[in-house]
């Protein structure tokens, strides 16, 4: 077999997750318990980054150590007390957008509990205009919002140089859960999300065709989770 992913049957998925997680660095309690929480109170808690993804989370941050983070797109916290515990020796500032009041109230509550204020700073609004006003450079950022604003986040991070020269964006979800590639690549998706997914694999299809034609960027579109795609600046090869 010459090709990078395993042929894993839909009841096998969990079981290779479990697998993984078990097998990986820890979360910590705190975020275990932020996790079940989040789960428990909202009904699209699907929107939040699975426990392997924090692990995922807080692995890069120490491995990268960065000093500032951004992060697109906030829902109840669950990344962003990721990224706080993997950097907990750099100390790195972490700034996270969010426009639902609901997803605000629920993070800015997370933060007060886990007594991360000093280093995490939630912007509210649409993160179309508060990602504009941000200014100096950033080592890691997470893009993990509406994916038809996928494009032009990274347009404005590139455009506005918020990415520092050793930085790197990670964006999540890049596959819109296999729909990106076509509409028969989710079998299993029921018809109540269906249409909702088909259109992110649309807008994602597009962002993740135009970005590799970007001369400015290395783009490393991953198999890993729901798709994820690295974005560094190119090395400007001396003649
Ligand atoms: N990063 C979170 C995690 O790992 O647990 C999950 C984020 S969830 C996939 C996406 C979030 O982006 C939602 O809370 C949603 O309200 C927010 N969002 C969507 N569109 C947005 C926009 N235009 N501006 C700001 N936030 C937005």
Redesign the pocket.
């Known amino acids: 077999m010459l090709g990078s992913i395993l042929p894993f049957d839909e009841e096998k998925v969990d079981r290779v997750s479990d697998y993984c997680e078990k097998r990986s660095l820890n979360i910590p309690d705190t975020l275990a318990d932020h996790w079940e929480w989040?789960r428990t109170r909202f009904p699209d808690a699907d929107?939040?980054?699975s426990c392997l993804?924090g692990s995922w989370?807080i692995f890069t941050a120490r491995d990268r150590k960065p000093k500032r983070i951004l992060?697109?797109?906030?829902?109840?916290?669950?990344?962003?007390l990721?990224w706080y515990e993997g950097t907990k020796d750099t100390k790195a500032e972490i700034v996270?957008?969010?426009?639902?009041p609901k997803?605000i109230a629920a993070s800015r509550e997370a933060f007060a509990k886990y007594g991360v204020e000093d280093r995490v700073t939630l912007i509210e609004?649409?993160?179309?205009k508060?990602l504009k006003t941000l200014t100096g450079e950033f080592d890691l950022i997470?893009v993990?919002?509406?994916k038809d604003?996928y494009a032009g986040y990274v347009k404005t991070i590139l455009d506005q140089k918020l990415l520092s020269p050793n930085g790197v964006i990670l964006c999540?979800?890049v596959f819109a859960r296999g729909l990106s590639i076509g509409p028969d690549c989710a079998p299993w998706l029921n018809d109540h999300v269906r249409p909702y997914w088909l259109s992110c694999g649309e807008a994602l299809e597009q962002f993740n065709s135009g970005l590799v034609q970007d001369s400015r960027v290395d783009v490393l579109l991953l198999p890993l989770f729901d798709g994820v795609t690295q974005i560094r600046w190119r090395d400007q090869v001396k003649a």
Do not use: R, V
Request: aromatic fraction near 12%; hydrophobic fraction near 30%; include cysteine.
């Open positions: 989040t929107k939040m980054s993804q989370m992060e697109i797109g906030c829902y109840s916290g669950y990344s962003a990721a996270t957008l969010e426009y639902s997803m609004g649409p993160a179309e508060t997470f993990d919002a509406n604003g999540d979800n």
